[in-house]
């Protein structure tokens, strides 16, 4: 599908580029804008990774799942977005999540061999791209040396975050009671005392195994 530079412009991938690099590339580069409707499903996980996706439009929920599939949680986020950018190289090239239009969503993707051209073409688009992976890549390898949580709220909030993929927004943990409490490390009466207090405080929504956080960060 042909494109023009007002469509692409949005791509974090092309921020910086001039408007004569946007048209030359909106011209000859053969890119799939796809719309969907509110409640289709975008990626699967375990999908395999053959395109670069930029969500341009609307709101997504996403769904990860732990290994052992006893626990997963649920974001939501806005776009633009970039789906996963890292799982198109290296060893695990699957998505690791599932991606589902919350709204009507505007999804631009870009073939993996028509990247690499556009990656041999232009410096400015190799630096994007891989400041966006860099930047995830760091906020991971920060995360081992954090100060631990002092307390069980600490570490129940610390748990939330470092399994969400954005620090903001509305997070759905589904896990038990005993479950969290083997996660974090603490006895599961520690772990219902601080859960009851963050909900009398309406930082969170608590039903039975399921944990909401309107907002992740006034948590």
Not at 24 to 49: L, N, P, Q, W
Not at 64 to 76: G, Q
Not at 160 to 182: D, R, W
Not at 198 to 219: C, N, T
Request: proline letters at 3%; aromatic letters at 8%.
């Amino acid at each position: 599908m042909i494109l023009n530079a007002t469509q692409i412009s949005s791509v974090p991938i092309f921020i910086g580029l001039t408007n004569a690099d946007l048209d030359k590339i909106a011209t000859e580069a053969h890119f799939d804008m796809r719309h969907y409707k509110k409640g289709s499903v975008i990626v699967s996980e375990y999908e395999k990774c053959e395109s670069l996706l930029f969500i341009t439009r609307g709101w997504v929920e996403t769904d990860t799942y732990s290994d052992s599939r006893s626990y997963h949680i649920k974001e939501l986020a806005q776009g633009p977005l970039v789906v996963e950018p890292e799982k198109l190289f290296g060893m695990t090239q699957h998505y690791r999540a599932n991606y589902t239009a919350y709204t009507a969503c505007t999804i631009i993707s870009i073939p993996k061999a028509q990247l690499l051209k556009l990656l041999e073409q232009y410096v400015i688009v190799r630096m994007n791209l891989l400041n966006i992976i860099c930047r995830k890549t760091q906020l991971l390898e920060s995360q081992p040396w954090q100060r631990r949580g002092s307390d069980a709220r600490e570490r129940i909030k610390m748990f939330i975050q470092h399994h969400s993929h954005t620090p903001t927004g509305k997070k759905t943990l589904y896990i038990k009671m005993v479950q969290l409490a083997e996660e974090t490390n603490y006895t599961r009466l520690e772990i219902s005392q601080a859960l009851n207090a963050m909900e009398k405080e309406e930082k969170i929504i608590l039903k039975r195994g399921i944990i909401e956080v309107p907002m992740l960060q006034l948590l």
